[in-house]
């Protein structure tokens, strides 16, 4: 059975699908993909990135340089198969939407 | 708050959280946080505060989440913990009922808590938070006139006015006048009162109601020679036309005239106070009118606030000031319906709020320090199920399984006492009440109910007991089978909630004392009149009276012909006829005296509460002379010279520094108002309340201007209640038209004139007392705990010749010193709080040194009285056993 895709989850897979970050960056980014409506709080996220890390989604590694012990995160193949199967299968919903609530003939806006 | 308070919060915040998640990834958590607030603190205090919420509820929620996921495991493990959970059931069930004394004591302390919130809650939610029954209550404002010159609030609103409002105003959707009144309905069966309103035909657009059956009068029938109709209130007519739809068309005879009926509105719309009927205001815009009782309301545009709306009426009240009111005596004013009908309660409400908060928090600790206690005692079982192989998971499972057993059953019984308590209150405090207030049971008064209790018990119950199983195995054990004493942390802890419990308790103590103290001084003021054996009631002749001699002749007859009728039933030692008894109505009116300079421009004139009253009045309500006469059955008479009694306040205003005001003259405001000779001068009466300052007060001869509604008061030599029937009975062989209104003895009205204060007084009285009991409990167990667990060093200090009563004073001087600190705390604190009640303290100080006194001494002596026993125990204790004490 294919795992339901909670709608942070998708979020963090597509920040993460523009290149590695580690946590702070990632509650960023999904704060502006969402146009703000979603702020991911410490434990949502770590949540979060605990249980795609156990899904084999996200792989953590330990990047030097900018701060030692920062952690990082990387999208896996896996992780990308999932995200763009949630991807297309949203596209498919949005396509029923737009067709359901398209205006009927004789009614005005 | 620096940034390392906030590390440091959020630190402990974490400890809530998952472990696994916690023990991962705190250090990242923390980073993440700290961003958010510093983000949330640029946009200010608020914001900051919701970002710490914020961050609560994601922790808890994340713990949630992981609860609710080691649910699934796979089949097997899943049937093995539920048959775990059966038996901690099982288990927890058998230890609470064989701590049954302390499970009893935590429970019935949390409901007791509980109980007192829910009755103060239900009290703020009904008056404040619940909106009125009606659509969009927040766009509906209250509307009426002040008058600060004549020194007078609320004057009412005149016809005219309103209609002009009603043309130019900007703001409202809807805006309807009412006047609350009172009709005589009466039928082949007898004559009733009923609280009415004459209302603009536009009420029910204000309000949003719909007529149930027929329809609400129109605008036609709403003109001064419109059609006599009346619009029902559903109950009333269910109660006279039994809800047939036929009582439309049908006529009702109201002041002996006949209504025909055009419609029924729902029950909510008897807003405000009673209004059972509605009849057509019929206002006349081109009629002055006068000012009284009348209120409007109006619905505002969407978006629109209840200020907007007041600068908008002052705008259109420019062109009534410039054709009629050129001084500017008169100005409109909006407040939202909320506000103005629930500003009286504001005060009271705010300080009953305060005071169950407290009476709260001092459960909750108490709860805390049992729990506490509780749990320190049972280290040792603990630790050896952890040597045995128990995993901490499921002892804190258990752990908190208790509380959620505990909770339940403290929520519930609390839930039953407040519902109880509250329906005891409602009922003692009558008329006190606002009709639309709803105190039911809602949704929100259960929510803080349940919210309440699982708070307390996790937060106050479940969080110390896991705090005294952490630690390792072997020190959970060492300290309670080898050492002498408990972990210093945990009694230290125990000795705060203690002290807190007590600073509580005296703030509590000492605000009940001093207002129970304003409540008796309040008792004991002289009311200026007499409250023993006086029956009053009103009586109301219906029929319009004009100004004419004619007229008055026909009331003067009437009310003569009710004296003589009433004088001569036996039993009655006096009658009296007056339009306002004492803590009754108020009838303003506005005179000048005789060589009074001109009152400058601005300087409000007194408001003199206008009285005509028959001569047997003044012997019958038993109001002093001080010098001149009384009133004789002469004064008054069609062509005599007009006299006038004047009180205390009166002279004082009017002629300051004259003894006696004895035959100087007075008149009305009108150039043309004839003079009138003072003849006599009476002692002040408390005419508002036994609190309230009196006003200047005349009395007029009845003769000179009867009214055709009067207050009659008779002089009983019996008990005045048993006076009833007999008065009834006689009013009726002299009119069978006529009922009597608002029967009463002057004692039940001065008992209602107190029933506010005498309400939050007791409440506060009863708060103090729980507090009181809960914060002795608290001591009590605390005490007993701590000698339980000295009981090895209390056998070592015996055996080395420690005299009994050192043990004993030892005992009592530990316990002793930790209410006295928290008792001195309280003082201050209570010294300080007193000083927002000043308003309602009638003059008594915030310090009151006896009440200081007492409260200190008295919980001091209670606190030694419930330690004495546990100390004279500890005393007796054999040194053998104590020294085995610990080590079974």
Same mark, same amino acid.
């Given at each position: ?25 990632? #509650? ?15 434990? #949502? ?53 737009? #067709?359901?609530?398209?205006?009927? #003939?004789?009614?005005?806006? | ?24 990834? @705190? ?141 130019? %105003? ?8 009412? %006047? ?103 206002? %006349? ?9 009348? *209120? ?32 500017? &005596? ?16 504001? /005060? ?38 952890? @040597? ?21 059953? *403290? ?18 405090? !009558? ?55 408990? *972990? ?24 009940? *004392? ?28 219906? !029929? ?18 009710? &004296?003589?009728?009433?004088? @001569?039933?036996?039993? &009655? ?42 001569? !047997? ?30 009180? $205390? /306040? ?26 009138? /000779? &003072?003849? !006599? ?205 610990? $080590?079974?």
């Amino acid at each position: 059975m294919p795992v339901a895709v909670k709608t942070s989850w998708y979020y963090i897979l597509l920040a993460l699908a523009a290149g590695d970050s580690h946590g702070l960056g990632i #509650a960023r980014e999904v704060q502006d993909l969402s146009d703000g409506r979603i702020r991911l709080w410490p434990a #949502a996220l770590y949540g979060a990135l605990q249980e795609l890390n156990a899904l084999g989604w996200i792989e953590q590694r330990h990047q030097l340089g900018e701060s030692e012990k920062r952690r990082y995160y990387r999208l896996t193949r896996a992780g990308r198969t999932a995200l763009t199967a949630e991807t297309s299968r949203l596209a498919g919903v949005i396509r029923i939407a737009r #067709a359901r609530t398209k205006p009927r #003939a004789g009614e005005t806006s | 708050m620096t940034a390392r308070h906030g590390r440091r919060l959020y630190r402990g915040l974490l400890r809530l959280g998952p472990r696994s998640l916690r023990q991962r990834y @705190a250090d990242d958590m923390e980073e993440l946080f700290l961003a958010r607030l510093a983000e949330a603190r640029c946009r200010g205090r608020l914001a900051a505060a919701a970002a710490w919420g914020a961050a609560a509820a994601d922790i808890v929620g994340a713990r949630l989440r992981y609860a609710l996921r080691t649910r699934d495991v796979p089949h097997l493990e899943q049937e093995r913990r539920a048959f775990m959970l059966g038996s901690d059931l099982r288990y927890t069930m058998r230890w609470l009922g064989r701590q049954r004394f302390s499970t009893a004591l935590v429970t019935g302390m949390l409901s007791l808590g509980i109980a007192a919130s829910i009755v103060v809650f239900s009290l703020v939610n009904a008056l404040f938070l619940r909106p009125f029954p009606f659509d969009d209550p927040e766009r509906l404002v209250y509307i009426n006139e002040t008058a600060p010159k004549w020194n007078l609030e609320i004057v009412g609103i005149t016809y005219p006015d309103f209609d002009h409002w009603r043309r130019e %105003n900007k703001v409202f959707e809807a805006v309807a006048m009412w %006047n609350e009144d009172n009709f005589n309905l009466s039928d082949a069966s007898g004559a009733e009162r009923i609280a009415g309103g004459s209302v603009t035909h536009d009420f029910p657009d204000v309000l949003r109601v719909r007529p149930i059956v027929g329809r609400m009068f129109n605008a036609e029938e709403d003109t001064p020679n419109g059609p006599r109709v009346v619009v029902l209130s559903e109950g009333l007519w269910r109660e006279r036309f039994g809800g047939r739809e036929d009582a439309l068309g049908q006529t009702l005879r109201l002041n002996s005239t006949p209504h025909a009926i055009v419609g029924v509105i729902p029950n909510v719309a008897m807003f405000p106070g009673e209004m059972r009927l509605w009849v057509p205001f019929r206002g %006349n815009p081109a009629r002055a009118g006068s000012y009284g009782s009348q *209120g409007a309301i109006g619905r505002l545009k969407p978006g629109l606030t209840a200020a907007d709306a007041e600068k908008d009426l002052l705008r259109t009240q420019q062109a009534i000031w410039d054709a009629r009111d050129r001084d500017r &005596v008169v100005s409109p004013f909006v407040r939202t319906l909320r506000g103005q009908y629930a500003r009286d309660f504001r /005060t009271q409400s705010a300080t009953l709020l305060i005071a169950v908060g407290i009476l709260l928090v001092v459960a909750c600790a108490n709860v805390a320090s049992v729990m506490l206690a509780r749990a320190l005692a049972r280290r040792r079982e603990m630790g050896i199920r952890l @040597a045995v192989g128990a995993s901490r998971g499921r002892i804190a499972r258990q752990l908190f399984l208790e509380n959620v057993l505990i909770a339940a059953a *403290g929520g519930a019984i609390g839930l039953m006492a407040g519902r109880w308590a509250l329906q005891l209150l409602l009922t003692t405090a !009558g008329d006190q009440v606002p009709r639309w207030a709803n105190f039911g049971l809602d949704i929100r008064v259960v929510g803080f109910a349940v919210l309440m209790s699982v708070l307390t018990t996790i937060l106050f119950g479940w969080a110390p007991a896991l705090h005294a199983i952490r630690g390792n195995v072997r020190g959970a054990m060492q300290e309670t089978s080898g050492g002498s004493t408990g *972990g210093p942390g945990g009694r230290r802890t125990l000795a705060a909630l203690v002290t807190a419990e007590f600073a509580l308790a005296t703030i509590l103590l000492v605000c009940g *004392g001093l207002l129970y103290r304003a409540y008796d001084r309040v008792r004991h003021v002289d009311p200026g009149f007499r409250v023993e054996n006086v029956l009053t009631f009103s009586v109301a002749l219906p !029929g319009d009276f004009g100004d004419n001699d004619e007229s008055r002749a026909k009331l003067y007859a009437f009310w003569t012909r009710l &004296v003589q009728r009433f004088e @001569a039933l036996p039993g &009655v030692d006096g009658v009296g006829l007056v339009n306002c008894a004492p803590l009754g109505c108020h009838w303003g009116s506005f005179y000048r005296v005789e060589g009074a300079p001109p009152r400058k421009p601005g300087e409000p004139t007194p408001v003199t509460l206008y009285r005509p009253a028959s001569p !047997g009045y003044f012997k019958t309500m038993g109001i002093r002379l001080k010098s001149g006469r009384l009133f004789t059955d002469d004064d008054g008479r069609p062509g005599g010279g007009r006299v006038v009694i004047v009180n $205390e /306040t009166f002279a004082r205003t009017f002629w300051p520094g004259v003894a006696d005001p004895v035959g100087r003259r007075l008149r009305g405001m009108g150039d043309t108002a004839p003079w009138m /000779t &003072v003849v !006599g001068f009476v002692q002040d009466i408390k005419h508002y309340g036994l609190e309230q300052p009196m006003r200047p007060g005349l009395y007029l001869p009845l003769q000179q201007s009867p009214p055709s509604t009067l207050v009659v008061a008779v002089r009983t030599a019996m008990d005045p209640a048993a006076f009833a029937g007999t008065a009834r009975a006689a009013l009726r062989a002299l009119n069978p038209d006529l009922p009597l209104i608002g029967l009463r003895t002057m004692e039940q009205t001065l008992q209602r004139s107190l029933a506010q204060r005498t309400l939050y007084s007791w409440l506060l009285a009863v708060f103090a007392a729980m507090a009181l009991m809960l914060a002795l409990g608290g001591t009590y167990g605390v005490t007993a705990y701590l000698v339980s667990q000295r009981t090895r060093e209390i056998g070592i200090r015996v055996a080395l010749g420690a005299r009994r009563a050192d043990i004993t004073r030892t005992v009592l001087r530990t316990s002793l010193s930790i209410v006295g600190a928290g008792v001195i705390a309280g003082l201050a604190a209570a010294v300080a709080v007193a000083r927002l009640l000043a308003e309602m303290l009638f003059g008594v100080p915030p310090h009151d040194g006896w009440i200081l006194a007492y409260a200190a001494g008295g919980l001091i002596a209670m606190a030694a009285a419930v330690n004495w026993p546990t100390a004279r125990r500890a005393a007796r204790l054999d040194p053998v056993t104590a020294l085995r004490a610990g $080590e079974g």
